[in-house]
């Protein structure tokens, strides 16, 4: 039966992992796009997301068609996958939008870059050709982020019935960065975006910035939905046994000690060194805190297929470790790092941080800065850099940094854990009410009232 509502993500609300003896079993994807969306689904009955199969194993899962009511994964040839999802989403776009260029060697646009963009092309194709096949008459299209950005010009042209919105998750590139991209891959890429009715963004820093590189007739399409968290559903999610139990061995670890607390996928645009340099000089700099905080950071591979990223996250684990050797002592390890992707440990670090630290060099929102306060007990302290796009709701409330500077970063660290309790508490429950504005749902209704 053809749907009225449908989205397009490259990551699906599942992902499948295969065991030795051949069973499929499915897991939740991590990120902001899998967690905000699949909370907004969960209330649209008869919608339908279609995905890419990302895996081996998502590709058995469609061929075994086991995929869940409501999913349909794209089973795309694996070497255009790779150089479409691998090649340009996440080594051009990601780069382009979050600035993290290191411009004397990068970027490169040659004629290998021109054959994977082929192929972004076509697995774009691929993702219109389905939608065009699902979708009703009149029916609703929401198509996610930076990977399919060229599917609202090309479904436009296939069926031009359709009412088309795109939104991306991540941060839009200043005119310099934006302008490194050859001119007409560029214009390519703006026509593919412009293809959509509602051209949707988290802040209004990435709306101005994307409406800055189209022509003044064309911004007109652009809104501003910032997600935010549902806080019912997130508390009774952070009261389950599981995370209850999680929440005991963590307190145990810590022993009556302060934390400091970040999660993260292990992400160049998270600035996890910075951070953990940040922590190094408050020890070095507030010698009273040695011994009387932990650091728990939750860094979760992410994007293993790019060397950039295997080199950042073995990174993060020397100088976690270095910093275990300078300042830990028999009975005292400054730094846990955890690189499992466990989401009720997670929940229970939220639960109980005295002092969170996030810190991107830029980021389309940051859900976790947005989770932490709805979820803290005691009250958490929030470190936020002016790079996250939830600096634009948070910032009053939070302790604010210039996420390349370590010292600033330092201190703020410093004064976090030095905040009165009443305080800490006070801006924590501020801090939960501006989160929770736009709740998954609300955000997605809004983005299909815009279309109506
Ligand atoms: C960000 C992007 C999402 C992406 C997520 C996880 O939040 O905006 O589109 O799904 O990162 O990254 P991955 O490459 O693992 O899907």
Redesign the pocket.
């Known amino acids: 039966m053809a749907s009225q509502v449908l989205v397009a993500?490259?990551?699906g609300p599942l992902s499948y992992a295969l065991s030795d003896d051949g069973t499929l079993s499915a897991r939740r994807?991590?990120?902001?796009?899998?967690s905000g969306l699949s909370a907004a689904l969960a209330e649209q009955p008869g919608a339908l997301w279609i995905c890419a199969a990302l895996s081996d194993a998502d590709r058995e899962a469609v061929r075994q068609d086991v995929s869940e009511p409501g999913v349909r994964m794209l089973d795309i040839d694996p070497t255009m996958y790779d150089d479409a999802y691998n090649g340009i989403a996440?080594s051009v776009l990601w780069f382009t939008h979050h600035h993290l260029y290191d411009v004397p060697r990068e970027p490169v646009f040659d004629a290998a870059f021109r054959r994977r963009w082929a192929s972004y092309v076509a697995y774009n194709e691929a993702f219109t050709r389905a939608l065009a096949e699902e979708a009703a008459q009149g029916a609703r299209v929401l198509v996610?982020?930076y990977?399919l950005a060229l599917v609202p010009g090309q479904l436009r042209e296939l069926r031009p019935d359709l009412r088309i919105a795109h939104f991306t998750?991540?941060p839009w590139a200043s005119r310099e960065f934006l302008d490194m991209l050859p001119q007409d891959i560029r214009g390519e890429l703006l026509w593919g975006m412009l293809g959509a009715d509602v051209v949707g963004f988290h802040t209004r820093a990435w709306a101005d910035a994307f409406a800055g590189a189209a022509q003044p007739d064309d911004a007109r399409r652009v809104a501003v939905f910032p997600l935010g968290v549902d806080a019912d559903e997130l508390r009774a999610l952070a009261h389950r046994p599981e995370v209850d139990e999680k929440l005991a061995q963590l307190r145990a670890e810590v022993a009556g000690r302060r934390t400091i607390a970040r999660v993260d996928?292990t992400e160049l645009s998270k600035n996890i060194l910075r951070g953990l340099l940040a922590y190094r000089e408050l020890l070095e700099v507030h010698p009273e805190w040695r011994g009387r905080v932990v650091h728990l950071a939750s860094a979760y591979p992410?994007?293993q297929d790019l060397k950039v990223y295997r080199d950042y996250t073995e990174a993060v684990s020397e100088l976690a470790a270095e910093i275990n050797a300078e300042f830990g002592t028999e009975d005292w390890q400054p730094v846990l790092v955890s690189v499992k992707d466990d989401f009720a440990r997670s929940l229970a670090v939220y639960r109980m941080a005295d002092v969170a630290l996030v810190n991107p060099v830029r980021d389309?929102m940051n859900l976790v800065a947005k989770e932490i306060p709805v979820v803290s007990e005691a009250g958490c302290a929030v470190v936020l850099s002016t790079g996250a796009g939830a600096y634009e709701e948070l910032r009053e409330d939070a302790l604010t940094v210039n996420p390349f500077d370590v010292s600033q970063t330092a201190e703020a660290l410093h004064a976090a854990l030095s905040m009165p309790d009443e305080e800490r508490a006070e801006r924590t429950k501020r801090l939960a009410a501006a989160a929770t504005a736009l709740p998954p749902s609300a955000w997605f209704t809004a983005q299909l009232a815009a279309l109506a």
């Open positions: 993500a490259n990551r994807g991590g990120g902001g796009l899998v996440n996610q982020d990977h998750h991540t996928r992410s994007r389309g």
